[in-house]
Structure formats: C-alpha cells, structure tokens
Antibody, heavy 118, light 111 residues
C-alpha cells in the first residue's frame, strides 16, 4: 500500500528556515517523480516543486531560490528545505507522487502545516 | 496564482446531476495537455478523481465523469449524494509557466 507521511511543519518567524520531510512506503521514491504542493488557509492548491527520478529539480517562481527539494534514497524520503520564509508561505504542504509524463498526482500525503508569523 | 478558471460554487439536490467547468488557455488545455480532477473532502487531503481527461482510478464510482474540448474541461457528477459535498480542483500542465497548474477550485454543496 502506498503511503506518504509528512512531518516538520510548525511556526517560524519571517526570514526563518524549516525542513519538511515526506516518508514514503509501498514504492520507491527515487524511481518516481515527486512533488510538493501547498494550500494556503482557505485557498486553492499551488504546485511548489518537483524532483525527477533522474534527480533534476524544478520550482515554482514563487519559491525559486528559497526552497530546495531533495531526497534520501536510503531512507526513501523526500525533503523540502525552506529558507527565507515569508508570511505568504503559510500553508499546508503536501507531498505527492507524480505519474511521470502524464503530469498528475496519484497519491498525496496528509500534509504538514507551516505557519510563518512574528 | 491559478491559471485554470472554475466556478466558485455549484449546488444540487440529492440524485441530481451537476457539472463543474475548468477553463484554460492555449498553453495548457488548449495545447493538448490532459486535465485531471481532484476531490478534497472537508478537512482532508486531495484525492485523485479523474486522470487523463476522462479516466477514473480504481474505486472511483462511475457517477463521476470527465470530458475535455478545446481550451476547457468539465467534471460531471450524476446521482448526487451527500458525501459528494467537497471542493473540486482541475489540474493540467502549462508549457509557458512552471509545470503544474491548478484550477481555482469549486465548492460543491448538496442541498
């Protein structure tokens, strides 16, 4: 059974950093495309970042230069390092498994809440 | 910011049929990229409902169907049930922006 479990969210001050984790089971993270998608309180979904199975990484313009996606193959875990956080980064962050070249997400984690506030 | 436009809300009585539209542009739906739909029940994580414009994953009732034409797509729900009350999002790929784009979201209310 495919499962994705995020952790690492919390309250952080503007300008601060946070690292989110997404532990996967039932499949191999490194063999799949994996993404982070966020949802601000009461708002819609916004794609944040993607890592290809080959390791290439991509980012939404809103987070480019501040966020870094990575993975640890030995732990079958996806990460999102978030630096220079802003109030507008406040959201629930979901990790999601990408269905390769079909460009959609077939499994989602339960999400972890990131709040950026002083 | 969302580049796929959906109506903010739709409603229907139990047993009725409702449709949710998703309007894009020539760089996403109009360019031939597939449309996918997600259902987000209150307080829960998004769930894949339709992929590849009209394909239902295993376990999704056939009351849900999708279609696509030109720069738009639609999700139809027949035989409305109380448990269908949720937010629905369309999603596609955009060649001029960064990868994935989502719709603005539609709240379905079952009267």
């Amino acid at each position: 059974e495919v499962q994705l479990v995020e952790s690492g969210g919390g309250l952080v001050q503007p300008g601060g950093s946070l690292r989110l984790s997404c532990a996967a089971s039932g499949f191999t993270v490194s063999s799949n495309y994996m993404s982070w998608v966020r949802q601000a309180p009461g708002k819609g979904l916004e794609w944040v970042s993607l890592i290809y199975s080959g390791g290439s990484t991509y980012y939404a313009d809103s987070v480019k230069g501040r966020f870094t996606i990575s993975r640890d193959n030995s732990k079958n875990t996806l990460y999102l390092q978030m630096n220079s956080l802003r109030a507008e980064d406040t959201a629930i962050y979901y990790c999601a498994r990408d269905v390769g070249d079909d460009w959609y997400f077939d499994y989602w984690g339960q999400g972890t809440l990131v709040s950026v506030s002083s | 910011q969302s580049v796929l436009t959906q109506p903010p809300s739709v409603s229907g009585a139990p047993g009725q049929r409702v449709t949710i539209s998703c309007t894009g542009s020539s760089s996403n739906i109009g360019a031939g990229y597939d449309v996918h739909w997600y259902q987000q029940l209150p307080g829960t994580t998004p769930k894949l409902l339709i992929h590849g414009n009209s394909n239902r994953p295993s376990g999704v009732p056939d009351r849900f169907s999708g279609s696509q034409s030109g720069t738009s797509a639609s999700l139809a729900i027949t035989g409305l049930q109380a448990e269908d009350e949720a937010d629905y999002y369309c999603q596609s790929y955009d060649s001029s922006l960064s990868f994935y784009v989502f719709g603005t979201g539609t709240k379905l209310t079952v009267l």
